[in-house]
């Protein structure tokens, strides 16, 4: 093994990292070569020497400013775990009259089907029952009635008679004064 | 018997105030210096310890010790120190992390000991400061902090051999830029 190689693997083997056979290699090496043994001392020394970085003490302001802050850490905690709660509830409230504003909208907004189109869907009328209920029908139901009637051939079409007819009719009728 | 920090994480989310407040005083200088020697900035390192603290306050309600405390607590810094890397980047500030140098503690020492120890020092973060910062965040917890390498791994999101192979390579370039540096302390 060439002295770089050697060089590269002497901190794994300060380290104890590496296996028997790699040991012995670069221990006989060690024995032989004093660039080797320099840079094996120099590493030791230098990771040594790291220990004149000291510790430094933390201001005290510090701790004090953390303490301070923990009263509110917790108030944002259970804020953090109600507000996305109310905001949930309030969304499915939401959605919720939505919903049933829309229903009722609907209802409100469907065409009420007219007598022709209850007909032309409903061709099964009950006639016996639609003449006995004849008399408690409003006007416009009893003429709507009356159509229904005439449509299902129950009522002749009786045309209206002209007004000129009307007056012979009438003029005929009129006894002379004596 | 003292309270173990998993303990006091679950006293905390009782809502024990004091057992944050000693949970502060167990960690708050690692947590410091960790952010200041990775950071070099005094100020950015104590936002770091803050927020940390912070973090771990209102993590302890969802809480589940799923490794050592510490590496939970030095993921969350380690974390927070790239953030601030980040930050300093897209605003293109320059670290001026040479420019830092901790006070050095009272010794009874003479002049030109003190001097020279001083300069050693500068010599020791100048060169620390200048290795990549997954090197150097690999180092500091190695060197400052006494951990394992599986440790480091777990706390920096990447394999054991790659922390190694981090912390050799860190050795080998201190080695070179602190050659002979250590025979004058």
Same mark, same amino acid.
Not at chain 1, 11 to 26: C, F, M, R, T
Not at chain 1, 78 to 102: D, R, Y
């Given at each position: ?6 060089? #590269? *693997? ?14 012995? $290699?670069?221990?006989?090496? &060690? ?16 990771? $040594? ?29 259970? !804020? ?5 709660? =109310? ?32 007909? !032309? ?13 004849? /008399?408690?029908?409003? +006007?416009?139901?009893?003429? +709507? ?7 299902? $051939? ?25 | ?6 303990? &006091?994480? !679950? %006293?905390?989310?009782?809502? @024990? ?9 167990? /960690? ?7 952010? %200041? ?7 950015? !390192?104590?936002?770091? *310890? ?46 001026? $992390? ?23 020092? @500068? ?38 051999? =790659?922390?190694?192979?981090?912390? /050799? ?14 025979? #004058?302390?």
């Amino acid at each position: 093994m060439g002295c770089q190689k050697i060089q #590269e *693997m002497l901190p794994a083997y300060q380290d104890g990292a590496l296996n028997g056979s790699e040991v012995k $290699d670069i221990e006989e090496h &060690l024995l032989v070569c004093k660039s080797c043994r320099n840079m094996n001392r120099a590493l030791k020394e230098a990771w $040594d020497a790291l220990e004149i970085w000291d510790d430094v003490d933390v201001p005290e302001r510090s701790r004090k400013t953390i303490v301070s802050r923990l009263p509110e850490q917790r108030k944002m905690y259970w !804020a953090k775990i109600v507000l996305p709660v =109310a905001a949930a509830l309030v969304i499915v409230f939401g959605i919720t009259l939505k919903f049933s504003w829309m229903k009722s909208e609907r209802q409100m907004q469907m065409p009420v089907p007219a007598p022709a189109q209850l007909s !032309a869907e409903q061709p099964d009328i009950d006639e016996d029952d639609l003449i006995a209920n004849l /008399h408690i029908l409003q +006007d416009e139901e009893f003429y +709507d009635s009356l159509e229904e009637l005439v449509k299902i $051939d129950y009522l002749p079409l009786v045309e209206e008679p002209k007004q000129e007819e009307t007056d012979k009719e009438r003029s005929s009728l009129d006894v002379p004064l004596t | 018997m003292e309270e173990t920090d998993i303990a &006091l994480m !679950a %006293l905390i989310k009782e809502g @024990e105030v004091k057992a944050f407040e000693l949970l502060l005083s167990r /960690h708050q200088k690692s947590v410091y210096n960790l952010a %200041l020697r990775f950071l070099g900035d005094p100020d950015d !390192a104590e936002d770091i *310890m803050q927020n940390t603290f912070i973090r771990v306050y209102k993590a302890s309600q969802t809480y589940t010790p799923e490794a050592k405390f510490t590496t939970w607590l030095y993921t969350i810094v380690k974390n927070l120190c790239f953030n601030v890397l980040r930050s300093r980047r897209s605003a293109e500030i320059i670290s001026m $992390d040479s420019e830092y140098l901790p006070e050095l503690p009272a010794r009874t020492e003479d002049p030109i000991e003190r001097i020279s120890r001083s300069q050693v020092r @500068e010599t020791v973060i100048r060169a620390v400061n200048n290795l990549p910062e997954n090197m150097k965040m690999a180092v500091i917890l190695s060197k400052y902090h006494d951990l394992q390498y599986d440790e480091i791994a777990a706390i920096m999101g990447c394999t054991v051999n =790659a922390v190694k192979l981090r912390v /050799h390579r860190a050795k080998i370039i201190l080695a070179k830029e602190l050659k002979g540096i250590s025979r #004058e302390t």
